[in-house]
């Protein structure tokens, strides 16, 4: 078993100072008091009971598994959810899914290792089946990985309503929906509120698909074709921001003048909504809303756990939206 001395040696403090921090006394920063309490319990010292409490509080951490490698988006709502765990006691360790099953049951096998407390999951894969502890605490953003997992969610199938209705107003008559969406349109909520709204008003629609996950895939060159094929277009609902920038680069090359031509709604966070130029009309979610009741909602579940009560419930949280008209209507 280990003693005061091997962990004063291995974190490079002195003897007196790891026993002084192993029994809450004195100032030292997070860093020394972590690598501690890590190395402590690493090695088997027994680290006195009412200590062990403390020795947890340095470990509340949250894992956030999240294709944020190359996604505005992502970004964005990573960052108010290490904001809002914050604000509850707890850090974020951030896992960059890319779409990868095989990573992504890596990252969950590291995690549970790490002692991670709970997960929140906010990625797609063409297989949910992944390798989840029902022992280990996880909500998912987005997309419902299993019914018996809790999942906060946009009101998606609204957005879809809103936009058709939306450009209904405007006079558009031949419609277009272009989605990078990994599960396909036909699990896409927006994709369906858009095209029933539209049925119900005796509007054509067309959609395409740009396959996020095909990397080689050139993205431009799907929306061009898209707009080729549908001249008389006046009006589209694209499911993402970034996808939406896309477009409106695609517009400039080829003539198409917005929103004169063509008028185009996007989803997304308003966070993103001045990055473009023009500004686009968007479905905004509150992303903000959305980081909260995900970290709540896992920490909910970790600390009824934690004192050992059952049978918590599942639920499904879903968040307004709203219509912000901006440049491109």
Known sequence: MATIQDIADEVGISKAAVSRILNRKGKFNDSTKEKVFRVAKEWGYSIPGENQILDEKFFKTIGAVFPTGHIAYYSVLVSLLEQAAYSFGYSLMICSSLYDKEKEELFFEELR???????????????????????????????????????????????????????????????????????????????????????????????????????????????????????????????????????????????????????????????????????????????????????????DIIEKESNETSDIPNKQIIIPVALIEKQTT
């Open 113 to 299: 290792e790490k002692r991670i407390s709970g997960i929140i999951y906010g990625s797609f894969t063409n297989d949910a089946n992944l390798p989840i502890d029902e022992n280990l605490p996880i909500v998912t953003i987005g997309h419902q990985l299993s019914e018996s997992i809790p999942v906060i969610k946009s009101d998606n199938h609204l957005a879809g309503v809103i936009a058709a209705k939306h450009l209904i107003m405007k006079n558009c008559k031949n419609l277009l929906y272009i989605s990078a969406y990994q599960v396909g349109e036909y699990n896409d909520d927006r994709y369906k509120g858009f095209a029933e709204e539209l049925e119900k008003n005796d509007k054509k629609l067309r959609s395409y698909f740009t396959g996020i996950n095909e990397r080689n895939k050139d993205v431009p060159s799907v929306i061009t074709q898209m707009f080729i094929e549908n001249p008389e277009a006046d009006g589209i609902f694209v499911e993402s921001y970034t996808l939406a920038i896309q477009c409106l680069k695609v517009c400039k090359s080829l003539g198409i003048s917005v929103p004169e031509d063509l008028k185009i709604v996007t989803y997304g966070s308003q966070i993103l909504s001045s990055y473009s130029f023009p500004e686009i009309t968007m479905i905004s979610e509150n992303t903000n809303q959305i980081a909260h009741e995900a970290v709540s909602s896992l920490i």
